[in-house]
């Protein structure tokens, strides 16, 4: 299973922003992810993520992932 980054877009300024947060396909799939909080490092804003929120970036390539996500 791929390596990803889970990425998330601020919703005060706008933009995408890695998380830090590293997982596969399958765990990401099967977990929860809610209430997750991230600082976005452009507006330094403090926001609540949940699983819908985050896109998946191949963590090797910085390629998106296929998916209904995708960073801009």
């Known amino acids: 299973m791929a390596r990803v980054a889970l990425y998330v ?3 005060t300024c706008g933009a995408v922003f ?4 590293r997982t596969d396909t399958g765990s990401f ?3 929860t992810f809610a209430a997750n909080y991230h600082t976005c490092p452009h ?3 403090q926001e ?3 699983k819908a929120d985050y896109r998946l970036v191949d963590a090797r390539t910085g390629q998106p992932l ?3 996500r995708r960073p801009a």
């Open 18 to 21: 890695d998380t830090g947060l």
């Open 48 to 50: 609540t993520y949940r």
């Open 9 to 11: 877009q601020c919703p």
């Open 66 to 68: 296929p998916g209904p």
């Open 29 to 31: 799939q099967r977990g």
């Open 43 to 45: 507006c330094k804003t």
